[in-house]
């Protein structure tokens, strides 16, 4: 059989393009009730909130799932107890331990709020958000992916577990 050069250079460069086509694939949205058991997971991969006997979170504009957090008010998050969830679509007045970003409109906003408040922003990774918070959760290649922001995890003052640091894509 021939084989020419230029013909197992065509075999290379396919091989290498097929390589990198999962790492160029965008991210699609989480089911959402694995988004709901990764942050129960999650929220003990950060220091701070391990620490904490009651976690609260507040949902910016994803009605479907805080009306699946609540279901698990009262339930084990990290060491803690999820004790509060609240929903809404303008950003809160108060200080709750984690904000979970449904909509990119108000993204930037949120973590305005997550840095001013030092509380965890998580956000669903789909088309339209900038990826301004300190976790994005999605599925890459038909896994679950993590893209873990340092630079905004450092404003929000939290101290990641290595673990989340061997699994998430940084960025």
Request: aromatic content about 8%; overall charge positive; proline content about 5%.
């Amino acid at each position: 059989m021939f084989h020419s050069p230029r013909i197992e250079k065509c075999k290379l460069t396919i091989i290498f393009v097929l390589m990198l086509l999962p790492l160029t694939l965008p991210a699609e949205e989480l089911p959402i009730r694995l988004q709901v058991a990764l942050i129960s997971k999650i929220v003990a991969m950060e220091h701070n909130l391990n620490k904490k006997s009651e976690i609260s979170i507040y949902v910016l504009d994803a009605p479907r799932i805080s009306l699946l957090l609540e279901e698990n008010i009262g339930f084990n998050f990290g060491n803690g107890t999820l004790a509060v969830v609240d929903r809404g679509n303008a950003l809160p007045d108060k200080k709750y331990d984690v904000i979970y970003i449904g909509s990119y409109t108000q993204e930037l906003a949120a973590t305005n709020y997550a840095n001013k408040y030092d509380v965890m922003s998580l956000y669903p990774i789909v088309a339209g958000m900038r990826n301004k918070g300190s976790l994005g959760l999605g599925i890459k290649s038909g896994k679950p992916t993590f893209l873990l922001d340092l630079a905004q995890s450092e404003s929000e003052k939290l101290n990641w577990s290595s673990k989340i640091l061997k699994v998430a894509n940084l960025k």
